[in-house]
Each structure stands twice: as structure tokens, then as C-alpha cells.
């Protein structure tokens, strides 16, 4: 059976929620379109999720990886396309961690691609009416960390896995009190990581 | 039995799709917080609302009155709290009107504040985790015009009625193709109206 | 020689420059368009600009009188049509004063017009290639209370003055360390106010 | 002497004016910080921009290359820090070139990082209050296309040149009629770009 890693992250910062940590949660365990789910959430740490990540990659031993985290202020599901080798918080991380333009990996290339089918998830998720954009930036922070170490490990090792990064909005009771920042139903990000799953199983067969 | 007026409009202008017709036909004839609802989908003309809010209050007799409306850009539901005595369109109502700098009463004042307890509203919704703001313009468009023409006609005819004006966010399948657009699900929505029918009906208790 | 009343406003909260201060230091004693200007910068203090805008209208005398405020987040110059009767803050005012839901004049009406041509004003911006935008709401803090405090002064006194406010953008360097909050030079925005000065002069004149 | 390449480009799509074309008119020939500009105006081409790119670098020989671009709702400058191997464009370049997730360079490396020194550049521009701010993304239209072209003929040909992205605002006449669409003054975005030359001359030197 094809199996998916699925990762989320723990709230940080002064965020007392972060949905990802659901997204791990409720998929943990569940089979979507045939794919079991390896849930599990990640700490917002620089340098918990270079370990961690390879690690859950060696456990889990998945087709597909789908790793989820926040960006406030999204009003889409954010398809990210590209990984840069680049560390720099503004803030720090639950560590205490705040790097300034650090590489990630000294030796990896300036970035990678997500190897998920990007452009076949945003059609899809056109089709099912789900409000998506393809993104070029992960930005610089655990996010992005997170979505470089696992395609850089995936590469290095010659892994047959497939590896991306879904940013999500905030969820409704998250933006109570902040009547400017977008949000959105956690079924329907839920959805939105399904149909990611569905998809690149669907790619994964065509090979 | 209370009753309440419950006004969504339809569709206007490029979009195919208002959430507030849905609103106001699936609250028509349910009974919410013990307040019988009579739902009504009214045009987007300036001309028809002026004469088809009076005759809808006139025929109803409702003693709350929560217009809806579609804010496209929203990220909250906007509960609005000011009426201005202009209409003045950028695009074409969809009978063709676009007036501009036009007053709607040439003899009623500048303004009236909504009736309905918005800050009671407000505070409702916070605790109910619905993200809303307090919104000081209802733009100048029939939304507007619809708001005042009702609050204009329960004053001249010192109705013993409260109104309002609520805008709510497009709906997700209205912004597939506008990553830059909030949204929030209907349902989130028709909890919030139902809330503002909720909170005014109390009000209307303690007098 | 026609007189024009220019007030801005000193710092208030966390800003610790406000270009509408200068606005009002830079203009004062110019001739503008033919316009004597009387510039004077007003504390963000509800009951302070409640007394003191009664008063300089009454030693400038003057047949103008704009209003110049800082919108943080705004990107165009905004003149503003409305000004309601109600006092609602956020944030404490420099005096300390937070007001909750107060009417600034209990015997007010609920809002009034701006008496500034801010048509022809829009217009005149429009072909100088000033970005600007007519605004339906100058909020309900210190900004509003001013605009309307002057209006209802001068209806109650039969002046024959016109009123009104117009909000201005940051200036660059003060959005340095905000990438996402738009700006204007000083030059642009003191230009802006010239222009509603000459507008109001010519409208005026008509009469 | 010192000398640098600066690009600009001409107008696309429905925008009848580019600031960058001024950036690199008004610069060319200048010597700013005691280097030598020549100023350069790019079609809005995909195919030319990766012809003309390399053929500008051999005929110019300058030791840095600032590319400047129209980033239409940028508050701040954005000074690029990372250019992919991707063309996709929504619409049509003005060749009426549309590709669709299509590599500049089959061969080259999924990214480049800028080679001016972004931080000392940013925080100069800091400094000099100036807004701007580090960026992640040039987008995937001819502006990245572009950035990469010309980090990639560099890289190749193993030259001793810096080169980066400047990302600039609308000026405010562009946006007259944008309301929302934030502006900057040519004389702050030319200040900028001078500051970018004179940062990265400095760094030369360093080596």
C-alpha cells in the first residue's frame, strides 16, 4: 500500500494554535484515495526538524510526503514550488533559535523543486473549488527548513519519494479580533491536503 | 412570535453567485432563537429596494430587520453601523443605473445608525469565535441605499422596528482563481446572521 | 483675502512622527492659490480638539477649513465625505481618554456631509495625478471627532465656512521596517492639500 | 573604473509606463559613487531578454549588474535575493510569449542566489530610510527570467561579476485611479538603486 508522510507543525510564537497540528492529527492513520497517512507534527525548531525529518522519512518509508505549516495572512492554500537553502528568522523559533542568512546544508544546492505535481494539485484543486495558488517562496523560516531538508535527504539518498510543502491560512477562531486577516474552515483545508494526497498518488502511478 | 426581515440580494454585476440569496432563502420560514424569519432576495437596483424595502416592512411587520450583503474583499463579517444619504455607483446596478453624488431622501438627514445592538452583536460573535468588525461605511452602492431607505422608513413612520445592515465575505468557490481573496464558509456565515437575529431579539427584551 | 484654516495633528501611540503636523507647520502664513493659509498642528486629544476647533474657527475666521490627519495604511490621499456623531477608540488618546460608543454632541445629528466640493477636489486630484480616493469614513477616533466638532460648529452658528478632512498616507521613512505598509512624500501629499485649498477657493467664488 | 550594468524595462501589457525605463535612462552614463552606469532598456521578452542578457554583459564588462523591475503593488523596494530556473507566465509576454512551467535552462540549476550583497544593501537602504525589503520570490515572468540569464551566464562562465534583482513600486501617476495600489516617488526609487550601486561597489572592493 502507498503510504504518505504527513507532517504538521505545533503553534509558535505568540499563535497558541496552528491548524497543521490538526491536519497531522485527524490524517494520522486515515487511508484518502487509497494512501495510508503517517501523521505527525514537527516543533517549530531549525534544528529538531533537521533530524527529525530524515528520521521520519527512514521510518516511515513513504511514497509521498506532504509537510503542512501556517502562513497568517494567506487567504489560500499555498502550493509551494520552490525550496531555498536559506535560514533567517525574524523571530526566534521555540528553541530560541533565530538565524541570520544561514544555509541549511553548506554543501546543497541554492534550492530545489517540490517533486510533488504541483501544477496537476492546483488544477485539481481548481476543479473541486478549492481557493489555491502555486508560491515560489516558503519563506525563510521552519517551513522552509523543513520542505529543503527533506527534498535535500530525499536527493542525496536517491530516495524514490516525492516531497512538497502546503502552506494553509489561519483558521476562523484564530483571526477573531483580527477583522483584517483571511481565514479559512479546517474541513476544507483538511480537503485541500486530501486532494494533494489524491494527486500525487494518481502521479505516482502514471510511473 | 418576534418576527425578522432577513434581506440577501442576488447576483450582480461579473459575479454569478451572491452568498446573501442562499442566506436569505435558506433562514426564509426557519425559526432561529425563537424568531420566525421571513427571508427575501432582493434585486441589485437602486430604484427597486427604495420601493421594495418599504412594502416588505409594511407586509411582514417584523420587528428586526438584518439586511445582508456582499462584501467582496471581506475578511470578516462586517456589521455595519452607519447609513449615508448618497448613492453613487462605479459600476451599473443591474437595472443600468449608476448615479452619482445623488442623495436618496432629498429630506432625510445625512445618516442614521443602525437600530440594530451592533456592539452587543459584535460582542456575541467574538465570543462565539465568528470573526466580525464594527464597520462605519456600507459603501454607496444599493447596499447602502437599502440600509437607509429601511431605516428612513421605520423612522418617518416611527415604526417600533429595529434594522441593519450586515456585509459578509465572498464564499470559497467564489474566489477559486483570486489567491488574493478571503473567503468564509456559508455556513460560518448563516451562524453569524443567526446570531445578530439572536442578540436583537434580547435587546428587544429588555425594552 | 480668503483664509483657510489647515490643521494636522502631533504624534500619537507608537508613531512618532506625523507628516500632517508638518502640513500644517509647512503652510502656515503661505499664500496658497490666493489663499491665506492659518496652519495649526491640534493634539490627538478628543476633549482638547472638542473645544480648541470651536475656537481657532473663531479667531481665524475662516471661509475654508481643511482638516489633515495621518491613515496609517492608506496608500492615496482620502477625502473624506463623512463625519459621524460618535466617539469609539481603540486605543487610549494622548490625554489618556478611551472613549466606548459616546456621541460627541448628544443634541448632533447622526453624521454630517462634508461641505468641501470633494467632488471637484477628487477630480482636480485625478487630472494633477495626485492618487486619491473619496472615503465614507474618517473612523471614530480623534480624526472624526475634529471633522465633526468643526461641521456641527459651524451649522449651529450659521458660518458661512466650509469643512472638511482629508486623511494622508506615511511617509517613506516612516514605513521603513514595515514592507507592507504603503507611503507618499511629504511633497505629494502637501501638493494634495494645495489643491483641495484652490478647488475650495474656486467653489467659492461660484457662489 | 568601476562600471555597472543597469537594466530597466519597457512598458507590458496594459501599463503604458515603466519606471524602471527611466531608472536606467536617467542613469546611464552617470557616475554614481565612483562607478560608471550604463543603462540599459529591456524588452518585456522572455526569448530576448535570454539573448540580450549575456550579449550586454560581453559588450559591457561591468563588474556588478543591478536588473530593475515593475513590481505593481509593492509598497517598498524588494530587493531579490533568489532567481529559479521556471518561466510561467499568466499572460502574454509583449513577443506574446506565454510559457507554462517551462526551465530557462534545461541544464541550469533549479536556482540562483543574487550575487550583490542583498543584506548590506538592505540595511543601507534602512539606514538611508529608504523602504524595502528582502524578498524571496522575483515571480516567473520576463523580471526572473532575467535574474536568472544573467546569474547563470556568470556562473557559467565563471566571470568576476555581481549581479542582482531590484524589485521597485508604481510611481504615484500610474496609480491615480488605484486607490489601493500603493506608489513611490522616481526620485526615492532612483536613490535606492544608487544605493544598491554604491553598497555593492564597496564589497567589491572588499575582495
Redesign the interface.
Known amino acids: 500500500m502507498i503510504k504518505a508522510l504527513v507532517t504538521g507543525f505545533e503553534p509558535w510564537g505568540r499563535e497558541k494554535y496552528n491548524p497543521t497540528e490538526d491536519v497531522a492529527k485527524v490524517l494520522n492513520g486515515k487511508t484518502v484515495y487509497g494512501v495510508k497517512i503517517y501523521g505527525y507534527v514537527l516543533p517549530v525548531s531549525f534544528r529538531k526538524v533537521m533530524s527529525l525529518v530524515p528520521k521520519l522519512i527512514d521510518e516511515v518509508r513513504p511514497q509521498i510526503v506532504v509537510h503542512t505549516g501556517l502562513a497568517p495572512g494567506a487567504?489560500?492554500i499555498r502550493i509551494e514550488?520552490?525550496a531555498?537553502n536559506?535560514m533567517?528568522a525574524k523571530v526566534k523559533d521555540n528553541d530560541g533559535f533565530k538565524p541570520r542568512?544561514e544555509t541549511i546544508n553548506p554543501e546543497g544546492?541554492?534550492?530545489?523543486?517540490s517533486t510533488l505535481p504541483t501544477?496537476k494539485i492546483f488544477e485539481r484543486?481548481?476543479k473541486s473549488?478549492?481557493?489555491?495558488?502555486?508560491?515560489?517562496?516558503a519563506?525563510?523560516f521552519v517551513c522552509n527548513c523543513t520542505f529543503y531538508t527533506s527534498l535535500d535527504y530525499i536527493s542525496r539518498n536517491g530516495l524514490n519519494t516525492i516531497a512538497g510543502f502546503i502552506h494553509v491560512p489561519c483558521v476562523?477562531?484564530q483571526?477573531?479580533?483580527?477583522?483584517?486577516?483571511?481565514?479559512?474552515?479546517l474541513?476544507?483545508i483538511l480537503r485541500a491536503v486530501k486532494t494533494a494526497i489524491g494527486v500525487s498518488k494518481q502521479y505516482l502511478k502514471r510511473y
Chains 1, 2, 3, 4 share one sequence.
Open positions: 487567504s489560500s514550488r520552490v531555498v536559506l533567517d542568512d544546492p541554492a534550492a530545489y523543486f501544477r484543486m481548481r473549488k478549492i481557493p489555491s495558488v502555486l508560491s515560489y517562496t519563506g525563510t476562523p477562531q483571526v477573531v479580533g483580527k477583522p483584517e486577516t483571511p481565514s479559512m474552515d474541513k476544507l
